[in-house]
C-alpha cells in the first residue's frame, strides 16, 4: 500500500505563512533550522487534517470554518516566531 498521497493539509498552508511572516523577522529568516523550528511549532498547534487531495478538505468547508482555520493558522505561526526568538534569545544568552 502506497500513503505517499497523505499529507496534513494544514502544511501547505503554514509553510506559505511561515514564508509570508519571515522577513518580519530577519534573524529566524536567515537560518533555515530556525525557519524549520518555527513551521514545526506552528504545526503542533494545530489539529491535525490529513486528506489525499486538497479538495476532500475544502469541499467540506463552510465559509465560516475557511475563516477559523485561517484565522488558526495565522495566529499559530505568529505564536511560532515569537517561540522560536524568544528560544534563540535564550539560548544566545547561555553560551
Known sequence: ????????????DVFAAVMETAPTYPAIEADPELMADV?????NRLPPR???HAV???????EQERHD??????EAVSYAFEF???RSVLRSKQK
Do not use: P, W
Not at 500500500?1 to 501547505?12: A, G, I, W
Open 56 to 62: 476532500d478538505y475544502s469541499f467540506y468547508l463552510t
Open 84 to 86: 522560536v526568538q524568544g
Open 39 to 43: 513551521a514545526c511549532v506552528a504545526l
Open 1 to 12: 500500500m502506497d500513503f505517499s498521497s497523505l499529507y496534513n493539509h494544514h502544511e501547505r
Open 69 to 74: 482555520v485561517d484565522a488558526a493558522i495565522k
Open 50 to 52: 490529513y486528506i489525499r
